[in-house]
């Protein structure tokens, strides 16, 4: 960076997010603690929305359920991540990429060994996954930190729109298939917002004090 070249301004939104993101962090100790005072065992709750579930399940539903469940697997969520980001990269906006791609990154690193040392048995009438990693829904949290990501990058509302909706079909379909208990999505949904919020204030800090640095060590005269 030259000394003429302006600097990124602070984003006037980094506070109010880095609440939200610390905010989100707490609420979801407040329901990890919840669940482990419970044994791991589902709460009221859950028994109550599962039911609801299962009362509502169709053949139909179940080839809905499973659209969300198969984009936002093993497989396809990797792609889906990949593929936004090389967008980011081929439209020159490497900074969004970065921050996406750390979004991910770390949201995978923290849920899956959290869920596995948790190991939280999942409904018995799963149609889906049936290892001992229920909580916290890793679908949820990968699809919300995407989805959030996006809206702080992009700042459009249908953006906003378009992930809101795709959160909420996710958790649903996680419950309708009875692999997830209703805490389990919504600590995946907690769990998701928080790193979206921390990553972005993160990267949004580091990236005005690299270009402050870079500024600083242009103007230094040459010995």
Sequence with gaps: MTPDEPLPHPDPHRATVLV??????????VLRFAVALGGHDPL???LW?????????TDVGLVIAWVPSI???VIGAPVVGILIIAIFLWRRRRWDAAT???AIVTVTAIGAPMAAVIARVRPS????ESMATSFPSG???????IAVTLGLLLRRWYVWALGAFWVAYMMWSRTYLHAHWASDVLAGLLEGIAVACLVWSAMQAYRIRRAM???ASSAEPDA
């Design 20 to 29: 939200i993101g610390v905010v989100a962090t707490v609420l979801f100790v």
């Design 44 to 46: 009221a709750v859950d």
């Design 49 to 57: 929305w599962d039911d609801v579930m299962l009362a509502g399940l």
């Design 71 to 73: 984009i936002g697997g």
């Design 100 to 102: 996406l791609a750390l």
């Design 125 to 128: 009438d799963s149609l889906a």
């Design 139 to 145: 679908h949820t949290a990968v699809a919300t930190t």
């Design 213 to 215: 640095s870079s500024r």
